[in-house]
């Protein structure tokens, strides 16, 4: 398998642009996880799909941040309009049951 | 919510020393404790992880310890080499393994 894929691996755009992050979760896991990393505030969880529907959507920032799942080999990330102060690096990860999570190599974005 | 901390925050050893890293956890409602290690520019891979109704387990040159009573469970990596140097994190969920907290953090130096 080839594990979690992320898409773009590294994205620079302005401020007020939209960017929209992507994830291949592993086949079979029916979990879906978005986490931001950042100096200053570590891992974050932004919110978790089950079977393609938004469970906990608690951690997104903001109104600006939106994800979506239309099927269970896809999901994405849009934040509109961006702001510098969401560079950071984008996980996704994805698990199966009650298993571990498994990340993938992360979208690095700078917004400038 | 459930609050990990981690320490220490950066930490370095001489090649085939021991290296041990410690979290404490705030809801003990928590049950699962995975281990993670981060190698720059990837996303964190587990190394290891511990459920509650254990209190010790070891793979090979890594181990882990729980105190549930004390809330803490540590990492403990035997005859270090270099390529052990990373970032480790360590991470606490309860018993749905969906809402996993982070620890902040520990970058490990392991000096030839």
């Known amino acids: 398998d080839a594990g979690v894929i992320q898409s773009p691996r590294h994205e620079v755009t302005e401020m007020g642009q939209e960017v929209t992050l992507r994830c291949k979760p592993i086949s079979g896991h029916d979990y879906l996880f978005w986490y931001r990393q950042t100096m200053m505030r570590g891992l974050e969880l932004l919110i978790y799909?089950?079977?393609?529907?938004?469970?906990?959507d608690s951690g997104m920032p903001e109104d600006r941040f939106s994800a979506k799942m239309p099927n269970a080999s896809f999901s994405t990330l849009k934040i509109q309009p961006s702001e510098p102060r969401d560079s950071a690096v984008y996980f996704c990860?994805?698990?199966?049951?009650?298993?571990?999570?498994?990340f993938g190599p992360g979208t690095r974005l700078l917004v400038l | 919510g459930e609050n990990v901390e981690q320490h220490p925050s950066t930490l370095s050893v001489q090649e085939g020393d021991s290296a041990v890293i410690k979290c404490t956890y705030s809801d003990s409602a928590s049950n699962y404790f995975p281990w993670y290690k981060q190698e720059l520019g990837k996303g964190p891979q587990l190394i290891i992880d511990i459920r509650s109704n254990v209190g010790e387990k070891k793979d090979q040159r890594i181990a882990v310890t729980l105190n549930k009573t004390a809330k803490h469970f540590s990492l403990h990596i035997t005859e270090t080499q270099p390529e052990d140097s990373a970032v480790y994190f360590c991470?606490?969920?309860?018993?749905?393994?969906?809402?996993?907290?982070f620890g902040a953090g520990t970058r490990l130096t392991v000096k030839p």
């Open positions: 991470a606490a969920a309860g018993w749905n393994n969906n809402d996993m907290r």
């Open positions: 799909f089950n079977n393609n529907v938004p469970i906990d």
């Open positions: 990860a994805s698990r199966t049951g009650k298993e571990t999570q498994y």
